[in-house]
């Protein structure tokens, strides 16, 4: 019943900013953790951060800490990227979970992924 949708992706400029959107249905967001996460194509799929039930933010990668952030609507959570660098190219994905973690298998569902190009 529940399902994500990731949206927002596209071509953007180094040192530019993205919002990224995941709607969800089937769930009540407010006592859900939502992670991100992005995987580059040929490379590991890795943690970014979490938006917890009690809506704080849990930046995963120490190097993205103080470009990414996420916010949370009535049934949408955003992730916000500044200052855009080659290596945020990659697809992202939001996940839904009773709790936030840092792994991916602790999620219980999934979007499909949206794709970010960082391209002069």
């Not at 809506?55 to 990414?68: A, C, M, Q």
């Not at 298998?105 to 999934?110: I, L």
Request: proline share 2%; hydrophobic share 30%.
């Amino acid at each position: 019943q529940v399902r994500l949708e990731e949206s927002g992706g596209g071509l953007v400029q180094p040192g530019g900013s993205v919002r990224l959107s995941c709607e969800a249905s089937g769930r009540n967001l407010a006592v859900y953790g939502i992670g991100w996460f992005r995987q580059a194509p040929g490379k590991q799929r890795e943690g970014v951060l979490c938006i917890s039930e009690d809506e704080g933010t849990i930046v995963y990668k120490d190097s993205l800490k103080g470009r990414f952030t996420a916010s949370r609507a009535k049934n949408t959570v955003y992730l916000h990227m500044d200052n855009m660098k080659s290596e945020d190219t990659a697809t992202y994905y939001c996940a839904l979970g009773n709790y936030c973690s840092a792994y991916g298998s602790h999620y219980d569902f999934w979007g499909q992924g949206t794709q970010v190009t960082v391209s002069s």
